[in-house]
T-cell receptor, first 108, second 116 residues
Framework: RKEVEQDPGPFNVPEGATVAFNCTYSNSASQSFFWYRQDCRKEPKLLMS???SGNEDGRFTAQLNRASQYISLLIRDSKLSDSATYLCVVNDDYKLSFGAGTTVTVRA | GAGVSQTPSNKVTEKGKYVELRCDPI?????LYWYRQSLGQGPEFLIY????????DSGLPNDRFFAVRPEGSVSTLKIQRTERGDSAVYLC??????????????FGPGTRLTVL
C-alpha cells in the first residue's frame, strides 16, 4: 500500500467553478501535511500547509482529518492559472512522501 | 535570490554508462535532499544530507546509486551501470536545516535522465 494515495483525476472544470479533491495517508503518526503544486515539466512548489483546524489561503482551503487520515484541498472561483497537478505531501521529520498527484484543468 | 540549481537539465545516456548529476542548493541551506520522479508519479525520497554527511540514504534503490556532498554545499548524485529503469527526473531540494518544526524544502528544476 502506498503511503499517500490520491485520486489522479483529471478534474476538468470551467473557470469560476469550485473543485475539491482528497488524499489519504497510511502513517497515523505523521505530523505535518502539505499541498504542493507542480506545473508540467516543472519542479514542485509549496502551495500551503495543512493544519488540523483547517486553513485558507485566498481561494484555497485545506482540511485535515486525522481520525480518517485524509487531507482535502478545495479551490474556489477557479482560474485558468490553477491548471496544474496538485501533490498531497506528508512529512515525517525531514522526509517528504508524495502522492502521485491530482491533475486539474481549468477551461475558459 | 538564487534558487536551487541542477545540471545538466537533460541527460541522455546508454545502458551501462555512468552518470553524475549535480545540485547547487540555496546558499546557507544545510539540508539537501534528492528525490526521483517517474512519469505519472510523485517524487520519491532517495537521500538526505545534513551538512556533509548522509543522514538518511534509505531511499537509494540499490548500490549503483551513490551521492556525496563533500563541502556541505554542492551535491553530486552518481549512478553506475545505468539501466533503462533509471530513466526519471531527479529532483534536488534544500532547506535551512533548522532544528524543530518543518523547514520548507525548495526544489530545483530537476535533471531529466533518459537511459537508452
Amino acid at each position: 500500500r502506498k503511503e499517500v494515495e490520491q485520486d489522479p483525476g483529471p478534474f476538468n472544470v470551467p473557470e469560476g467553478a469550485t473543485v475539491a479533491f482528497n488524499c489519504t495517508y497510511s502513517n497515523s503518526a505523521s505530523q505535518s501535511f502539505f499541498w504542493y503544486r507542480q506545473d508540467c515539466r516543472k519542479e514542485p512548489k509549496l502551495l500551503m500547509s495543512v493544519y488540523s483546524s483547517g486553513n485558507e489561503d485566498g481561494r484555497f482551503t485545506a482540511q485535515l482529518n486525522r481520525a480518517s487520515q485524509y487531507i482535502s484541498l478545495l479551490i474556489r472561483d477557479s482560474k485558468l492559472s490553477d491548471s496544474a497537478t496538485y501533490l498531497c505531501v506528508v512529512n515525517d521529520d525531514y522526509k517528504l512522501s508524495f502522492g502521485a498527484g491530482t491533475t486539474v484543468t481549468v477551461r475558459a | 535570490g538564487a534558487g536551487v540549481s541542477q545540471t545538466p537539465s537533460n541527460k541522455v545516456t546508454e545502458k551501462g554508462k555512468y552518470v553524475e548529476l549535480r545540485c547547487d542548493p540555496i546558499s546557507g541551506h544545510t539540508a539537501l535532499y534528492w528525490y526521483r520522479q517517474s512519469l505519472g508519479q510523485g517524487p520519491e525520497f532517495l537521500i538526505y544530507f545534513q551538512g556533509t554527511g548522509a543522514a538518511d540514504d534509505s531511499g537509494l534503490p540499490n548500490d549503483r546509486f551513490f551521492a556525496v556532498r563533500p563541502e556541505g554545499s554542492v551535491s553530486t548524485l552518481k549512478i553506475q551501470r545505468t539501466e533503462r529503469g533509471d530513466s526519471a527526473v531527479y529532483l534536488c531540494a534544500s532547506s535551512p536545516g533548522l532544528a524543530g518544526g518543518y523547514n520548507e524544502q525548495f526544489f530545483g528544476p530537476g535533471t531529466r535522465l533518459t537511459v537508452l
